[in-house]
């Protein structure tokens, strides 16, 4: 649902703005998302909150939904979701009960024949049985990730079904679930230490480089953090799957990582602080057989140190 910027005239229309963004929550009642002139606001506010290093579930929540919420301002241009993500966040910040998005709130297209509502409402309820069985304290900053990557997911789905179903948003809630419900692969387990928590997953097309929409909302919330504390570093590590020689997959692993970098220069991270590498097919997320196609290793992984 993408809404363009205009310039409201007069007074009594930003009062009346003003009015239904007091009288609307962050939840779906009255049925109006997000509030278009007031976006800017409430993201500023939100980004004044978020802290710099998250710990607790709350803190994460907070620092995810504002770079969602940025994301969808600045890359997407979807000023009214940017908006109710923002105060989303905001209620999080606040110590408000902030569930995960209800689809049913959403245009999600195709139910029938390709179930995408389904889909949708059954990894709700895996998240909210993971999140109830103690991942908000096990897991907290991992679990938020979870929250957050499924309410993008949501989102995506109304505006761009066609790349959200198998897209970054859906993929990394997906490796976020894993972790909480203790099916993570070793090699995707988060790191200990100060930096557990803090990894992303930008996913490509076969035999692509080329970065989808919804990996340049995860990478404007990994420069967002950047941003935040100068002291992180961020190591790029770019895998391709089993498909094709070692030696094309070793050079489309580092197409790929090169292209987040770029990414990550673009949005006004210095290249000094970005490590990046690359191994082909040799380290895979998911082990598979030589020649199998696996969507999960079509990745570079990211995280902040």
């Known amino acids: 649902m993408k809404h363009h910027r205009s310039i409201a005239g ?4 930003w009062g009346l703005a003003l009015l ?3 009288c609307s929550g962050w939840s779906f009642q009255p049925p109006m998302r997000g509030n278009v002139s007031f976006a800017p606001y409430n993201l500023g506010k939100l980004r004044a909150a978020a802290p710099a290093k998250p710990a607790t579930f709350t803190e994460g929540l907070t620092s995810d939904y504002a770079g969602l919420a940025g994301s969808l301002e600045d890359e997407i241009k ?6 109710y993500f923002a105060r989303k966040g905001l209620a999080a910040a606040a110590g408000e009960a902030v569930p995960p ?3 049913g709130n959403w245009l999600v297209p195709l139910e029938v024949p390709n179930k995408f509502r389904t889909d949708l409402a059954q990894s709700r309820a895996r998240l909210v049985a993971a999140l109830d069985a103690g991942g908000r304290d096990r897991l907290p900053l991992v679990a938020a990730r979870a929250q957050v990557s499924y309410d993008c997911w949501v989102e995506r789905m109304e505006d761009d079904w066609q790349t959200a179903i198998d897209g970054p948003c859906h993929k990394q809630f997906l490796d976020a679930l894993a972790r909480l419900e203790g099916r993570a692969e070793p090699a995707a387990q988060p790191a200990m230490g100060p930096g557990a928590g803090r990894e992303y997953r930008v996913y490509f097309e076969f035999d692509k480089s080329s970065l989808l929409p919804e990996a340049k909302l995860i990478l404007h919330q990994v420069a967002l953090l950047a941003k935040a504390n100068a002291k992180l570093r961020i190591v790029l590590v770019g895998k391709a799957d089993r498909a094709g020689t070692d030696r094309y997959n070793m050079g489309l692993s580092k197409r790929r990582a090169e292209r987040v970098r770029a990414a ?5 991270i210095v290249a000094g602080r970005i490590t990046t590498r690359w191994v082909g097919e040799r380290e895979p997320p998911v ?3 030589n020649g199998v196609r696996e969507p999960r290793n ?3 992984e ?3 140190q």
């Open 10 to 13: 007069g007074l009594a229309i």
């Open 20 to 22: 239904l963004a007091g």
């Open 78 to 83: 979807d000023w009214a979701d940017a908006d």
């Open 101 to 103: 998005e209800d689809n």
């Open 264 to 268: 990550l220069v673009e949005e006004g």
């Open 287 to 289: 082990p598979t057989a």
């Open 298 to 300: 079509r990745v570079v």
């Open 302 to 304: 990211i995280t902040l």
